[in-house]
């Protein structure tokens, strides 16, 4: 195979850790697999989950993908110790992709993510060391609604001017949906080349024999993420809630936290006791590792993902999908971004209305009671999978994206 390029990732969250994490370990396999030379340097520490997933080693390897941190491992958790690392995250990048430029072992700087004062720093990096510069761009948020000065509008601010007025300077862009795409469009003065990359996974790592039910008499539905409103838990546990008096044989599974902060565990229980269910038909994990994600996702025998209407639906691609068609099991979705682009209602997934809770419970009681229903969408939805999301089978396009 011929040499491909010297290629160095600035990411904040790898090689595990949450759905940025999975996806960035799989885009740099992919490269790796296209004999690309691919290094990542994670700047600031990092903040997962009460150290969750978090690797205490400075350098380390995924297969022949190298990864290191530059400064902190760990996110500080006193003022001092924070301000210190955004100072090393914005610096210790450019001086450690200036050595790389004099070995002459650098060709293009690809950058997941960045907000608006890392941008400027990534910028400044490509013009002194005349590289080129890649941004890849997973989702739009929404702006908070707040009347006052806060810390989330700070970030929102942050990232606004960031994918507004600083991104449209790299060469090139990765993006997860045509909203991100064509928002891009708009931005750049000129055209520039843009690839769609909806998702990636690794299909072999749900390929796990021996995987009781997570109750052995009971149909249970799962969901994986952060379990917040945006992401449609509220809108899960409503419509289980009425599915789960016509069918008290089910049980709902949802597995996941927000990862910086205090758990939301608590009042998504007293949520759920105000939709009058009964709370023992309902199981929250919390955060949990990486290595029990797949058992945990292949105990249930329906998995759903219920997101509502809004710009973070609609320019974002959920990651957890791939993981979900993964696992050969039957999922229900809300029609929001470009679901309804990829999928056929009733062919690879049950389409259900997002905010519509009649909608999903009718889609969970089709996957229920029509078992050659159920085999069929979790056969085309692993094809769908497999042929789209298979992080193997899109190394060429990406890598030929990238290297042209």
Known sequence: MVGQKKIVLITNNFPYGGASANLMRYFTLALATQNNDIEV??????????????????????????????????????????FFDIILGLTLPFFFLLHKTIKNHLDIIIVYNPYMISMISYLITKFILRKKLLVILPEFYEKPK????????????????????????????????????????????????????????????????????????????????????????????KSFSILNTKYPDTHLLIIGDITNGNSIVPDL?????????????????????????????????????????GISAEAGFPTKLGEYFSCKKPVLITKVGDIPKYFKNEEQVILAEPENIESMVAGFEKIIKDKKLSEKLSLNGYNWMDENLNYIKQSKRISDFINN
């Open 41 to 82: 340097i994670i700047p600031t520490g990092s903040y997962y989950g009460n150290k969750i997933d978090v690797n205490e080693s400075r350098c380390g390897k995924i297969e022949s993908v190298k990864y290191r941190h530059l400064g902190f491992i760990e996110h500080p958790k006193n003022y001092f110790g924070k």
């Open 146 to 237: 707040s009347k006052f000065i806060s810390l989330s509008l700070i970030k929102w601010y942050r990232f606004y001017i960031s994918i507004k007025y600083l991104v449209r300077y790299a060469d090139k862009f990765i993006v997860l949906s045509s909203y991100l795409q064509q928002y891009l469009n708009k931005r750049l003065k000129t055209s520039k080349e843009i690839l769609i990359m909806p998702n990636l996974t690794d299909p072999k790592r749900f390929e796990i024999n021996g995987i009781k039910p997570f109750r052995p008499n009971n149909i249970t539905i799962g969901y994986i993420g952060n379990p917040t409103k945006k992401d449609g838990v509220l809108d899960l546990i």
């Open 269 to 309: 229980k007293k949520y759920a006791l105000e939709t009058g269910v009964n709370i023992d038909c309902i199981t929250f994990t919390g955060l949990q590792s990486h290595m029990v994600i797949p058992q945990l996702l292949l105990s249930c025998q329906v998995l759903a993902l219920t997101r509502p209407n």
